[in-house]
């Protein structure tokens, strides 16, 4: 059965660096999504991206937070410069047609 | 805007005990509503969906029917194992929310034998 794939599953940074997350989403596709938790929280929407571009993000999606899809596989969300509060675990999310999203494993940040 | 509420946890049963986790939504649509698990250290797993009203969505023992006159969608089970034990996630999309995932806080179940 296809799945959403993540790496690196966890990730430890020291703040203010950049660091990359990256996702296979299903192949077939179309809608990709990144969502965070932090420790002990709800799971909070943060972008949706559709046809190259992003089609809604939240509050928490700031200029320090990008994504993009470099190749015809790949879906990275990029923080520029980390902070404390940055660390949570970060899933992706891939659907076709407005339908269930289905979800990768997740990535462990750690900022220190 | 959209919203879900679950019932705070943790929620302690013994093996074999019947399950109940409440979940209410408010939307402005049509949501579908899903439970979502976690089981520790994993990622979030589909555990069962309903996209209308009255449907029933099950899965591995676990029931949960889309009830649009009291907004809920209660996940239920008969007899709860050591196995279940785990965070279980309510959420809802819909239209209104550009189908992103709106989420409750989760509820921690956890199975004694």
């Known amino acids: 059965e296809p799945e959403v794939t993540q790496t690196p599953s966890h990730q430890v940074t020291q703040m203010g660096q950049e660091v990359i997350l990256r996702c296979v989403p299903i192949?077939?596709?179309?809608?990709f999504y990144w969502y965070r938790q932090i420790l002990g929280q709800k799971v909070e929407f943060l972008v949706s991206?559709?046809?190259?571009?992003?089609?809604?993000k939240s509050e928490i999606f700031d200029d320090q937070f990008s994504v993009e899809r470099p190749d015809g596989s790949n879906f990275t969300l990029k923080i520029r410069s980390t902070k404390l509060e940055d660390s949570a675990m970060y899933f992706c999310?891939?659907?076709?047609?407005?339908?269930?999203?289905?979800f990768g494993p997740g990535t462990r940040l750690l900022v220190l | 805007g959209d919203s879900v509420t679950q019932m705070e946890g943790p929620v302690t049963l013994s093996e074999e005990a019947f399950l109940t986790i409440n979940c209410t939504y408010t939307?402005?649509?049509?949501?579908?509503l899903f439970w979502y698990v976690q089981y520790p250290g994993e990622g979030l797993q589909l555990l069962l969906k309903a996209t209308k009203a009255d449907d029933k969505g099950s899965n591995k023992g676990f029931e949960a029917t889309y009830r649009k006159e009291t907004t809920s969608f209660h996940l239920e089970k008969g007899s709860v194992q050591v196995s279940d034990s785990a965070v279980y996630f309510c959420a809802l999309s819909d239209r209104g929310s550009n189908y992103q995932l709106i989420w409750g806080a989760g509820t921690k179940l956890i199975i004694k034998p």
């Open positions: 999310a891939s659907n076709s047609q407005k339908e269930t999203q289905y």
């Open positions: 991206f559709y046809n190259n571009e992003i089609s809604e």
């Open positions: 939307a402005t649509g049509y949501p579908s």
């Open positions: 192949s077939n596709h179309l809608y």
